[in-house]
């Protein structure tokens, strides 16, 4: 996998056009300048705790004694439910009902930014090729940085594109995340019964 590869696979999980309206609609109460802030802010710690992940997924992995493969599959697994909500939203939305206040850590930065597949993806880049985490921290920041863009001009987007844009460019990037998530499964069961892949 390339850096640009690995980015646009991070990209995906992310979800930056999806989170537009959930975004607008947690931040809406506050002034325009709390609201740069806060986004800010929730984006810096997922993007410490992606990063937290990428450098020791490794050492997490072997203190549980859990296979690359076990998180594969999990990751594949979750990520898949993830594509399949973005593809059929629940009625309450995505993300369900949104908490009342300025939100702290949940649930803009975790789930919504650095989300249990992305979690996962980034530990299994860095503990299937350990030797690559320059790289791989790159990728993230390249995803991240792109993700934080969307999300700061998320008023500007939704104006320009509207509701029905968004939720259409959504189930796009929905329907890739399912693709993503079986071949993410797909990689692991074989990796796990020792198969080649063809």
């Known amino acids: 996998m390339t850096i640009a590869s690995a980015a646009l696979l991070l990209f995906l999980i992310l979800d930056p056009l999806g989170n537009i309206p959930v975004f607008l609609g947690m931040l809406r109460r506050l002034p325009p300048r709390r609201q740069r802030i806060v986004l800010a802010r929730e984006l810096l710690i997922a993007l410490g705790v992606l990063m937290l992940f990428l450098?020791?997924?490794?050492?997490?992995?072997?203190?549980?004694?859990l296979r690359q493969e076990s998180v594969s599959i999990a990751g594949g697994i979750v990520l898949f439910l993830i594509g399949l909500r973005m593809i059929f939203p629940p009625p309450q939305g995505l993300m369900g009902e949104l908490p009342e206040g300025e939100p702290f850590i949940v649930p803009m930065a975790i789930p919504l930014v650095a989300g249990p597949s992305g979690m996962a993806a980034v530990m299994l880049m860095g503990s299937s090729e350990p030797e690559r985490l320059g790289e791989w921290s790159l990728a993230l920041l390249l995803a991240w940085a792109a993700t934080a863009a969307i999300l700061f001009s998320s008023t500007w987007l939704y104006r320009l594109l509207g509701m029905r844009a968004l939720i259409a460019m959504e189930r796009l990037m929905g329907m890739l995340l399912v693709a993503i998530s079986v071949q993410m499964l797909l990689d692991g069961v074989v990796g796990y019964l020792g198969l080649t892949p063809g």
């Open 55 to 65: 450098w020791a997924g490794k050492y997490v992995l072997e203190l549980m004694h």
